[in-house]
């Protein structure tokens, strides 16, 4: 699975858009972006996934560039909720293959 | 519709000691996958389990193993418990077949503490 690069930790403002980014230079062309999140204490809990278009849900946006070496989750009205690590993973397609987690983005939002 | 329910919750066990962890899966889902988190890291793959047998194993020693019955349930057993075996142990189901590429669902895992 592609490695992936997030910075470490971001800030964001309730009521603000969060824009978390996350580089997958060696993404192959099977290869899923998931996005994950993890509150503390508790397990993963999954947010979106794409393959080369932009997906919503009713918890965020997943822009995917055109190349695919890179994506972007949007959170469009952050609250305090949303204070959590966040997670960004390529996966393959096919069977429940494995996921490859990093170190994520610890996302703060303050008041 | 339950999610995946792991237990206990919380475990101290000592050094060189036997554990078994439990993981129930989401309803529909017959793979379940264990991963291993340390305090400040991501998730670790340890193993994955589907029909009842190891499909695909991450870098970890033999004193991991586990098991899955027939109700798609699933243990992780670790002996000679060391030190650095503390840390939060995580189920995750999903269908195997995943042609539509549904994510795997995570417990909220078991923290394991050993003395």
């Known amino acids: 699975d592609a490695k992936t690069t997030q910075p470490p930790s971001m800030d964001c403002a309730e009521g603000r858009a969060a824009n978390l980014p996350c580089n997958h230079s060696?993404?192959?062309?099977?290869?899923?972006v998931y996005w994950y999140r993890q509150i503390h204490s508790q397990g993963p809990q999954y947010i979106i996934h794409?393959?080369?278009n932009n997906e919503t849900n009713e918890m965020a946006s997943l822009i995917i560039t055109e190349d695919r070496k890179s994506s972007t989750l949007i959170l469009p009205h952050a609250t305090l909720r949303d204070t959590a690590v966040y997670y960004c993973i390529v996966r393959a397609t096919g069977t429940a293959s494995k996921l490859t987690f990093g170190t994520g983005t610890r996302l703060q939002v303050t008041l | 519709d339950a999610g995946v329910t792991q237990s206990p919750t919380h475990l101290i066990k000592t050094r060189g000691q036997q554990v078994t962890l439990r993981c129930s899966p989401k309803?529909?889902?017959?793979?379940v996958s264990w991963y291993q988190q340390a305090l400040g890291q991501g998730p670790q793959f340890i193993f994955q389990?589907?029909?009842?047998?190891?499909?695909q194993r991450g870098n970890f020693p033999d004193r991991f193993s586990g098991h899955q019955f027939p109700n798609y349930s699933s243990e992780l057993n670790v002996n000679a418990l060391l030190l650095g075996d503390s840390a939060l142990y995580l189920c995750?189901?999903?269908?195997?077949?995943?042609?539509?590429?549904?994510?795997?669902?995570f417990g909220d895992g078991t923290r394991l503490s050993i003395l």
């Open positions: 309803s529909g889902h017959d793979t």
């Open positions: 389990y589907y029909e009842e047998e190891e499909r």
């Open positions: 794409g393959l080369k």
């Open positions: 060696t993404i192959s062309g099977n290869e899923y």
């Open positions: 995750a189901s999903s269908p195997y077949r995943d042609r539509n590429n549904q994510p795997q669902h």
